[in-house]
């Protein structure tokens, strides 16, 4: 499973994850500043489940409609562990594929609820 991670996944974390053997896509190495319509985008077109902390990334997906990538991981809890924050991740995309793929799932404070896409 590829991933992008939005450039609030701080780079340490994505080196984590890079070092258990994912392919990741960070935007704040490639496309910094980018804003969220076109990181929704480019997950979309690159086939990656985004990775953010960002809540606007929802409102864009659910409210404002705009087209969703493969899947989301958003979390929603205090960065204060760069290897918390891989953890976090490394334990989601341990669920089924079912559960990452197509779903906009939500980690925060040990609990996960995942929803289907749009």
């Known amino acids: 499973m590829k991933l992008l991670s939005d450039e609030n996944v701080p780079a340490p974390s994505v080196a984590l994850l890079r070092n258990r053997g994912l392919s990741v896509v ?8 980018m804003e969220d319509p076109d990181v929704i985008a480019l997950a979309k077109r ?3 489940v985004l990775v953010t902390f ?5 409102e864009r997906i659910f409210k404002d409609g705009d087209a969703p990538p493969p899947g989301v991981i958003y979390l929603r809890f205090i960065q204060t562990d760069p290897e918390e924050t891989a953890r976090v991740v490394l334990s989601l995309l341990a669920l089924d594929r079912d559960e990452v793929e197509g779903r906009f799932v939500t980690y925060r404070n040990g609990r996960v609820r995942s929803q289907p896409l749009p």
């Open 26 to 33: 960070s935007v704040m190495e490639e496309h910094r500043g």
């Open 46 to 48: 690159l086939g990656c």
């Open 54 to 58: 960002d809540s606007d990334i929802g």
